[in-house]
């Protein structure tokens, strides 16, 4: 934008979530680590205003609050290295903290997404996610921003002397650094396949607790990990691509019930997030299920959506779910936007 007109314009930038089918390789005796098969959706969704303002400042709504610290820090990083200009962030619309979102990860690289366009930056998402010291397990995230659809990584090489000490490199994203983004491997729109969204009573973990969980846990054994790359590749991908919704459906729930590292997620979690996937099992109003991450949100797929929200509801009504929603896939990349600037500094913008 034109420098006369700088203090009347902001950013704004939209994207979806991140949701996690499962991580692929938690042992790395082939020389890669982790990599992830995941996929965009629409909502929940993260919406971020970056604003002209005299200093750096940065606010947020609810679920945004729990990534204050990280984003007024990434900003202050962003501006130096970048010698922009100050700016107030408003995360207007923050993903659920702590629950599969991806909203760490989702929430630091898109405001520096935004940021970058807001200081005539031309910096890439992975010059980004490197700043905010994210991917350094998975790129799913800082990817699906610049893609949406379905995705699966490769995941990161190991270092030399990984077979020293391999949980000291088997950690979770948040303590494993900003490394060098994934590669991606797959990426392709996903089929319009209407998505439950579920939101069990459930364990949220992160921080200590989930590191601690991580070196409880890895590395899984390297048959383990072979299966459910293979799952991965031969399955669940070739499904997407195919749009084949009984094949998906199997390879979904291979990955839930049957994958060795998503059996231990789900052993960490509250007992009405196992009652509920034992029950999606066992029923017939849904076709496949999954849990994102270490949860506790789970996703599901039905051709019966009377059956499914009639079941949910019990269940609600039960104490295991405290709400639930049908989104879609998001097949398109981040949206960001310039947008008017009023003299109350809020932008105003449908």
Same mark, same amino acid.
């Given at each position: 934008?034109?420098?006369?007109?700088s203090r009347e314009w902001g950013v704004r930038i939209r994207t979806?979530?991140?949701?996690?089918?499962?991580?692929?390789?938690?042992?790395?005796?082939?020389?890669?680590?982790?990599?992830?098969?995941?996929?965009?959706?629409?909502?929940?969704g993260l919406e971020a205003v970056v604003l002209p303002h005299?200093?750096?400042?940065?606010?947020?709504?609810?679920?945004?609050?729990?990534?204050?610290?990280?984003?007024?820090?990434?900003?202050?990083r962003l501006r130096e290295a970048w010698q922009g200009p100050p700016a107030?962030?408003?995360?207007?619309?923050?993903?659920?903290?702590?629950?599969?979102?991806?909203?760490?990860?989702? +929430? $630091?690289? *898109? /405001?520096?997404?935004?940021? #970058?366009?807001?200081?005539?930056?031309?910096?890439?998402? &992975?010059?980004?996610?490197r700043a905010a010291g994210r991917a350094g397990t998975s790129g799913a995230s800082p990817n699906l921003i610049e893609r949406?659809?379905?995705?699966?990584?490769?995941?990161h090489r190991n270092p030399d002397d990984f077979a020293e000490d391999p949980r000291r490199y088997l950690v979770p994203t948040r303590y494993a650094g900003g490394g060098r983004r994934p590669p991606v491997l797959i990426s392709a729109p996903f089929p319009a396949w209407p998505i439950l969204v579920i939101i069990p009573?459930?364990?949220?973990?992160?921080?200590?607790?989930?590191?601690?969980?991580?070196?409880?846990?890895?590395?899984?054994?390297?048959?383990?990990?072979?299966? +459910? $790359?293979? *799952? /991965?590749?031969?399955?669940? #991908?070739?499904?997407?691509?195919?749009?084949?919704?009984? &094949?998906?459906?199997r390879?979904?729930?291979?990955?839930?019930?049957?994958?060795?590292?998503?059996?231990?997620?789900?052993?960490?979690?509250?007992?009405?997030?196992?009652?509920?996937?034992?029950?999606?099992?066992?029923?017939?109003?849904?076709?496949?299920?999954?849990?994102s991450s270490e949860g506790p949100m789970c996703y599901a797929f039905t051709r019966r959506p009377r059956a499914a929200v009639d079941w949910l509801s019990g269940l609600r009504e039960a104490g295991v779910v405290r709400d639930f929603w049908f989104s879609g896939p998001r097949n398109a990349p981040a949206d960001v936007s310039w947008i008017p600037v009023l003299d109350d500094g809020l932008a105003v913008v449908a």
């Open positions: 934008m034109a420098e006369a007109l979806g979530c991140r949701v996690s089918f499962t991580l692929i390789d938690l042992n790395g005796e082939t020389g890669r680590r982790n990599g992830m098969a995941s996929m965009a959706l629409r909502s929940p005299d200093s750096n400042e940065v606010e947020a709504d609810e679920n945004g609050s729990a990534h204050l610290e990280s984003v007024r820090s990434l900003l202050d107030r962030v408003v995360i207007r619309k923050g993903l659920p903290p702590h629950t599969g979102f991806g909203s760490g990860t989702t +929430t $630091a690289v *898109a /405001v520096g997404r935004a940021y #970058a366009q807001f200081a005539g930056v031309s910096a890439g998402i &992975a010059e980004i996610a949406g659809g379905f995705l699966v990584d490769g995941g009573n459930g364990n949220q973990m992160h921080g200590e607790a989930e590191r601690d969980f991580f070196a409880r846990t890895l590395p899984i054994p390297a048959e383990e990990a072979r299966r +459910t $790359a293979h *799952a /991965v590749l031969m399955n669940l #991908a070739t499904s997407v691509l195919e749009e084949d919704y009984t &094949a998906f459906c390879a979904v729930d291979f990955l839930t019930y049957e994958s060795h590292f998503k059996r231990k997620q789900i052993d960490m979690q509250s007992s009405q997030v196992k009652f509920l996937l034992e029950e999606a099992r066992r029923g017939t109003e849904i076709d496949a299920v999954a849990m």
